[in-house]
């Protein structure tokens, strides 16, 4: 049996979880966030507590399972707690804004990046160099930051640059003069 796969998940008051063959609806204080499993995965639902099961111990089938459990858990977070990325940018010059719902970025460029909110996710700029990124569901929030650190990956020689926070940029030694003989 899968590890992940077998562990029940709770669901936590003020949580409503309803499960329509293989669509999953959790809606809490949050928001509300509808996903379509496999149809093949078996999700059964006994109070607060849900489990999943696999019918057959088919490879695929073991995929899966670990797979669905940990889709409908991570919804059940999203709606309780929500999930948050922060990013640093480094560099002289670079700084972020907020316009409106867009999110400016100057980053060395001759001209701002400028990016737009995509739905279920909202962007803060507590400094002009951290940003925020908040939202319930996993997959949109840690897809936002990877675009937005797209824009102006870290570079190894002087770490400028957008990055998560915490992330280490392993650094090179630049080019050393011509060598004399």
Not at 9 to 24: L, M, R, S
Not at 42 to 48: L, M, V
Request: no cysteine; hydrophobic share 30%.
């Amino acid at each position: 049996m899968s590890r992940i796969g077998r562990m029940p998940i709770t669901v936590p008051a003020g949580v409503e979880v309803k499960v329509n063959a293989n669509q999953v609806t959790v809606k809490g204080p949050k928001g509300e966030i509808t996903q379509t499993m496999h149809p093949d995965m078996i999700i059964e639902q006994e109070g607060n507590v849900i489990h999943v099961k696999r019918p057959s111990e088919d490879k695929m089938h073991k995929s899966l399972h670990g797979l669905t459990r940990t889709l409908i858990h991570n919804m059940v977070v999203g709606v309780t707690e929500g999930y948050k990325k922060e990013l640093e940018v480094n560099g002289v010059g670079y700084r972020v804004s907020k316009d409106g719902t867009n999110l400016v970025m100057n980053i060395g460029y001759s001209h701002p990046v400028i990016m737009p909110e995509k739905n279920g996710v909202t962007v803060e700029v507590p400094a002009p160099n951290k940003i925020v990124v908040q939202g319930i569901d996993k997959q949109s929030v840690g897809q936002f930051a990877a675009e937005v650190r797209e824009k102006r990956p870290p570079e190894p020689y002087k770490g400028k640059g957008i990055r998560y926070a915490g992330e280490f940029v392993r650094h090179k030694e630049g080019k050393t003069g011509a060598k004399k003989k």
